[in-house]
Each structure stands twice: as structure tokens, then as C-alpha cells.
């Protein structure tokens, strides 16, 4: 048997994909939606086409989501999905992809409420590379850094087009593994901001933050908008766009190949 | 003369001990920086006290009545009950002292729209009816529920101008009202103003929130002084997010005679599940940008709440106060829902004033106090808010109307 990895393999993915000479596809679904057994078989789908897997910790109160993650939210809460889940979810897909990202997501309750170091300690063994909470800006790391950083866990941070210099400067000394560029000032789900000044804020970003790769999300919906995105980006992060396909589905049969199509097509957006 | 120091301040990042915080998105964290500036700057400009003190007065109708409740006082039998009368403002309850404060603020920064949510709709009122003051776009969160059993008060807000947006999600009440506002708010920041209605949320709210509504207790205590010769011995208040509490108890934090208490919605019973009673029940956690008590479950997973009361339906609770509970400069008490409704029949027969349900958990509590206490001793009671808005629900539960559902 292999030693455990003790270091994240984030830096490892966006190297790799550099070499291929493509842009990073991260892919977003909730844990335990519509139920785990099924969110299990979505979950090892995704992984398939992406390079990082965020995998949502549902919440009852998700505050930064849009009505497609919220209701995400709501049926895997319903579904009875506990943390326990969310661990055992991410040490399936794991042990099926020793080499993909994973990202937990969430908020700050549900990990508080175990415990930071607990929390880490599970999501490190589960197999997870890093961690993103929605509402601990830099700010409130003395909550949890420590204990993330005892577990080797990246702790990716958000910026978004309200951030000033100054909290750029903030998030990207806090941060590692990647900064997550919210394109708007919005929710999850909403519509793209203006391409041409997320471009030009990712660029801003990467002159201030010490080399980070920096991925784009909230409101990539079509190839389209994700090939335009790959251009200037290390990464470009799909969340309602597959989550959505859980009920647009007509049974839960049909929701497996609608995601995997849809991933394939937003795969090949990034890589032209 | 009001005193305008800040006392018992926060850290920088508005952390009281370990609760309180910013525990905010991303996008939310500069708007509520350039709150903070604005609220700093605007506390030491004497021209926005002259303008704000004046809407308090004659406005508002400041200052309150401190009202010797004799018959209640000789009904329960024991100390004197003092009754401060947030009741008599203009909109019918303390609400407005902060939206006045927050409206101003607003103004200052140059925001053309306003934002709030509310449990009980007397937020949402005080909010709308600045709005129209200041000629400001409105739009008012609220849970559907909430909306069912506070239907007048949607009705003034609909009145006053004010755009009420019904909110479905997770329990359809206060929590998700706030929930839902704060997702606008991420999305229209740049000329949007979130007026938020109560002592919680991240900082700088549950500081600028105390510091709007302390005229309360600054009134209260020099009227004590002035008609009863000396400081109360308790002085209590309802608890929802804190406000009312937090602008009574206050400026009597350094008063080491005086007992602060805060009385909390214990719903059908502390002990039935089924209450709002985040500081006697819960645990520390992190919503709505603060770290304070909640009531969750073991995976911090937030509960519904219940109260008879709407305002208080929160399962959070102001940080400062879970700090002064912490401290030990804070006692609680919790009263059910059938002692509110008893407390608010006791108090319109006794001395014809009909409370605010929230308001008349903390009768039921100080009128409680006050049997244990001699007729020399004094019980301080807020009485937050005036009864018109529970009209509704104070019949239905006496049986006068037919529930239609
Ligand atoms: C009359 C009245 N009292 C009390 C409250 C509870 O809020 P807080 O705890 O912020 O005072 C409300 C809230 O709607 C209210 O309307």
C-alpha cells in the first residue's frame, strides 16, 4: 500500500491540465440530492468529465444559492442525507478517481458545528483536497485555518466584483489550492455578468494573488459562455447548469446520461 | 440630552468575546465595510444626530412615556411595574428608533432603494414608512406565513408604497425572510440599502442597531429617576434578534444594581421542541453573519421555530446578548404562549392597554418577577410594541372567530 497523500492534489490538476493545454472544468453538484444512492452514481458520472468535483454540503439556510442549489439543498436534506453522507459520497468518488480535485462546499454552520478539527480530520480522510466556505471570508479564518491547514486541506476563498484591492490582497493571503471568481454580483444561477469585465478583473486578480489559478463561476450555462470563459481563466466552474438536470429529468433514470452528455459538451468547450 | 458615546463597543470586527463577527459572503463584505465607515462617520457628525433627534421627536413622538402601571401593580402584587411605552411611537412599536437611524444612512450613501426582511411586519412597516418619507423604492421580505397571521400589517406596508415579496422557502418565516433579502441584497448592493431589522446579523448591524435604539433605555432610566427617585431593580425585555432588549437594557449595563433580563418565546413549553428560546435552548453557531446561539440540530442544521408571536420566530438571537449571557450580566426567562396571551388580556383589562404579542412575553415575565419582589422594589418592563397588528390571532385563540383553516 501507497502512504497517504498528505498534500492536496489541486496544484497537481491545474499543472496537469497547463501541459494539455486546456482550461480546468470543475463541476458542482449537492451531496445527497435528489438521495444518496442516486447523488453516488451522479456524483462518479461528473467526476468522469471534470478535473474538480465541488461536492455541497446541503444547509437548510444556503444564503449564496440560487432557487437551483436551494432546492438542491432542500431534497437532500429531506432525503436524509447527514454529513456522514457527504463523507462517505466523496471517499466513493475517491477511491473511483485517485487523481480528480475535490472541493467540500458550504457553510460555515454545518462543519462549526462538528468541530473544525473533527471536520477536517473526516474530510482530509474521506479524500477531499480542500474546502470552501461560503461565509468565512478572511476575515474569520481564525475559526478554521488551523485546523485546515493541520489536515493539509487548500481552503479555497471567493472573490467577487465587489472585492477592492486591499481584500483581494486578503483572500489571496488566506487562500491556497485556487480563488474562486464569483463573475457577478449575485446569486448561484443567476445570468452572466458582462465577459468583458470578468476578463479583465480575472487579470486583475492573478496580478495581486501570488500565482493562484484562478476559476470562474456562477452563471456558466452554455459551452459557449464556458469556452469564452476557458480563454482567460485556469478554470470554469458549472454548478446550476448540472444540478439543474435533476428535475428537469422525467425519472431518475434519465437524470445520469442528460449530465454526462451535458458534461461531455461543456468538457469540450474548455478544451478548444 | 441623549448620551451619543459608544460604550461596551465591539472589537474591530465586530466580535463581542467569540460571538458576533462577519461571517458574510464575498460580495456582501465591502457594502457592509462602507456601512460601518458611513455609521462611524455619521455617529460623530453632530448635523445627522440634530436631524435624526428631531424625527425621534417630532416625528416619532419621543420621548415615550414612563408609565406607572398601578392597577397592574396591585393585580399582581409585589414590586411596581413600570411600563416604558414604545408602544405610543409613531408605527406602534420601537422599530422605527432604528429604521429612522438606518434610513438616514442610508440617504447619506446615496442608496435610492431600501431592503428589509420581517417576522411580525412591524420592521416592515417602520421601513416602508421611512421609505416614503424619503422618497426611497421599498421592497419588503416576508414569510408567507408570517404574512397570513400579520395580514394588516402587509396591508400598510402595501399602502405606504412598499413592494412586500412573499417568501416560500425552507419554513416560510422570519429566518428565511432574511434569507431571502440578503440574496437580493448580494445582487443590487451598489444602490441598495439593507435596513435590517433587529440586533443580529454581521457587523456592524448589531451595533449600529443597539446604538440607534438605546434612547430607550436612556429615556427609561432618567424617568425612573426623575419619578420614582431611584434606578429600577430589573428591567426586562422580549427577545427576537434583541433590539427592543438591547435598546432597553443597555444603558443600564454599568448600573451593577440593576438585574437585566431578557425573556425569550418558550412557544407550547421549553421542553415540547417546539419554541424559539435560541439562548435558553440552543448552541453557539453561524447564520445570518454572526456567530450567536442557534437552535439547530446535532449537524447544525437550522430548526423551524414556533412562537405565537411572528417577532419573535427567530431561532437566532443577537451576539451581544449570547455574550452578556455568557458574562453572566444577563439572566433569562422564556414565557409560553398561552402566558403571553394571558398577559396581554391582564394588561387590557387592568390598564386599557393592548400589547404586541412579543411585548407581552415580557409582562408575562416581569409581572412574574415582580410577585417574588417587595412593593418597594421597582420591575422595569418594555413594553415594545402596541396589539392592533395581533388582533387577528389574539381572537382566533379566544375562540371569537372561526379559523378558517
Ligand atoms: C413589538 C415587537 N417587539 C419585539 C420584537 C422582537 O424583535 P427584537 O428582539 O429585535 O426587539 C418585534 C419584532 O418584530 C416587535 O414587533
Same mark, same amino acid.
Given at each position: 500500500m501507497s502512504a497517504p497523500i498528505t498534500t492536496s492534489r489541486l496544484p497537481a490538476v491545474f499543472e496537469r491540465?497547463?501541459?494539455?493545454?486546456?482550461? @480546468?472544468? $470543475?463541476?458542482? /453538484?449537492? &451531496?445527497?440530492? !435528489? +438521495? *444518496?444512492?442516486?447523488?453516488?452514481?451522479? /456524483?462518479? @458520472? /461528473? @467526476?468522469?468529465?471534470? +478535473?474538480?468535483?465541488?461536492?455541497? #454540503?446541503?444547509?437548510? +439556510? !444556503? #444564503?449564496? +444559492?440560487? !432557487? $437551483?442549489?436551494? &432546492? @438542491?439543498?432542500?431534497? &437532500?436534506?429531506?432525503a436524509g442525507t447527514h454529513i456522514a453522507d457527504v463523507f462517505e459520497l466523496t471517499k466513493n468518488v475517491r477511491d473511483a478517481h485517485p487523481d480528480l480535485g475535490i472541493v467540500l462546499m458550504g457553510y460555515a454552520n454545518v462543519p462549526y458545528a462538528m468541530g473544525f478539527d473533527l471536520f477536517s480530520q473526516r474530510a482530509k480522510a474521506a479524500g477531499a483536497d480542500g474546502v470552501l466556505i461560503v461565509d468565512i471570508p478572511a476575515e474569520e479564518g481564525h475559526i478554521c485555518d488551523a485546523s485546515l491547514k493541520q489536515y493539509g486541506l487548500d481552503r479555497i476563498m471567493l472573490l467577487s466584483p465587489t472585492s477592492t484591492d486591499e481584500r483581494i490582497q486578503l483572500a489571496s493571503d488566506c487562500a491556497s489550492g485556487f480563488i474562486y471568481y464569483v463573475s457577478l454580483n449575485g446569486i448561484t444561477g443567476a445570468d452572466m455578468g458582462d465577459m468583458q469585465s470578468i476578463h479583465d478583473k480575472v487579470n486583475h486578480i492573478k496580478a495581486i494573488s501570488n500565482d493562484? !489559478? $484562478?476559476? *470562474?463561476?456562477?452563471? $456558466?450555462?452554455?459551452?459557449e459562455q464556458a469556452a469564452q470563459v476557458a480563454q482567460f481563466s485556469d478554470g470554469v466552474v458549472v454548478g446550476s447548469h448540472f444540478v439543474a438536470h435533476i428535475t428537469q429529468a422525467a425519472t431518475k433514470a434519465d437524470i445520469k446520461p442528460a449530465l454526462s452528455a451535458s458534461a461531455a459538451s461543456m468538457r469540450k468547450a474548455v478544451e478548444s | 440630552m441623549y448620551n451619543l458615546d459608544i460604550t461596551h463597543a465591539p472589537d474591530a470586527g465586530g466580535h463581542f468575546g467569540k460571538f458576533g463577527g462577519r461571517f458574510a459572503a464575498e460580495t456582501l463584505m465591502q457594502p457592509l465595510k462602507e456601512i460601518e465607515e458611513a455609521f462611524f462617520e455619521a455617529w460623530q457628525d453632530e448635523a445627522f444626530h440634530t436631524e435624526r433627534l428631531d424625527l425621534l421627536k417630532n416625528y416619532v413622538g419621543r420621548a415615550t412615556p414612563l408609565y406607572h402601571a398601578k392597577q397592574l401593580t396591585a393585580l399582581t402584587g409585589g414590586a411596581q411595574i413600570y411600563l416604558k411605552r414604545e408602544d405610543l411611537t409613531h408605527t406602534g412599536a420601537h422599530k422605527i428608533n432604528n429604521t429612522i437611524g438606518q434610513g438616514l444612512l442610508a440617504r447619506r450613501m446615496g442608496k435610492k432603494r431600501v431592503i428589509a426582511e420581517t417576522g411580525a411586519g412591524q420592521h416592515g412597516v417602520a421601513t416602508a414608512t421611512v421609505a416614503a418619507m424619503f422618497g426611497m423604492q421599498c421592497d419588503i421580505y416576508m414569510g408567507r406565513e408570517d404574512m397570513a397571521r400579520q395580514m394588516p400589517n402587509v396591508l400598510r406596508m402595501r399602502l405606504l408604497g412598499a413592494n412586500v415579496i412573499p417568501v416560500d422557502s425552507g419554513t416560510a418565516t422570519l429566518k428565511d425572510a432574511v434569507n431571502e433579502a440578503l440574496r437580493n441584497w448580494v445582487a443590487t448592493c451598489e444602490d441598495t440599502f439593507y435596513i435590517f431589522g433587529t440586533a443580529a446579523g454581521p457587523h456592524p448591524y448589531p451595533l449600529l442597531v443597539r446604538q440607534f435604539h438605546t434612547v430607550i433605555g436612556q429615556e427609561a432610566r432618567a424617568q425612573c429617576l426623575e419619578q420614582a427617585g431611584r434606578l429600577p431593580d430589573v428591567a426586562v425585555a422580549c427577545v427576537g434578534g434583541g433590539s427592543n432588549a438591547m435598546g432597553l437594557l443597555h444603558p443600564f449595563r454599568d448600573d451593577e444594581s440593576v438585574r437585566l433580563v431578557a425573556v425569550e418565546a418558550a412557544g407550547y413549553g421549553l421542553d415540547s421542541g417546539q419554541h424559539a428560546a435560541s439562548l435558553a435552548k440552543g448552541k453557539a453557531g453561524i447564520l445570518h453573519g454572526n456567530l450567536t446561539y442557534l437552535l439547530e440540530n446535532d449537524e447544525g442544521q437550522v430548526k423551524g421555530t414556533h412562537s405565537i408571536s411572528a417577532g419573535l420566530d427567530y431561532p437566532g438571537v443577537g451576539p451581544e446578548l449570547a455574550y452578556m449571557l455568557e458574562q453572566g450580566r444577563l439572566e433569562l426567562e422564556a414565557s409560553s404562549d398561552d402566558e403571553a396571551l394571558e398577559a396581554l388580556q391582564v394588561l387590557t383589562r387592568s390598564e386599557g392597554i393592548i400589547p404586541a404579542l412579543e411585548s407581552s412575553h415580557a409582562l408575562a415575565a416581569g409581572t412574574r418577577l415582580a410577585e417574588s419582589m417587595s412593593a418597594d422594589q421597582i420591575v422595569l418592563i418594555n413594553l415594545s410594541g402596541r396589539g392592533d397588528k395581533d388582533m387577528n390571532t389574539v381572537f382566533k385563540s379566544l375562540g371569537w372567530l372561526e379559523d378558517e383553516s
Open positions: 491540465c497547463k501541459q494539455q493545454g486546456r482550461t @480546468a472544468l $470543475v463541476g458542482y /453538484l449537492t &451531496a445527497g440530492d !435528489p +438521495d *444518496v444512492s442516486t447523488s453516488r452514481e451522479l /456524483l462518479l @458520472a /461528473l @467526476a468522469e468529465q471534470t +478535473d474538480i468535483l465541488e461536492i455541497g #454540503m446541503p444547509f437548510s +439556510d !444556503p #444564503m449564496a +444559492d440560487g !432557487p $437551483v442549489i436551494q &432546492a @438542491a439543498s432542500e431534497r &437532500a436534506l429531506e493562484l !489559478p $484562478v476559476c *470562474v463561476g456562477f452563471g $456558466v450555462k452554455t459551452p | -
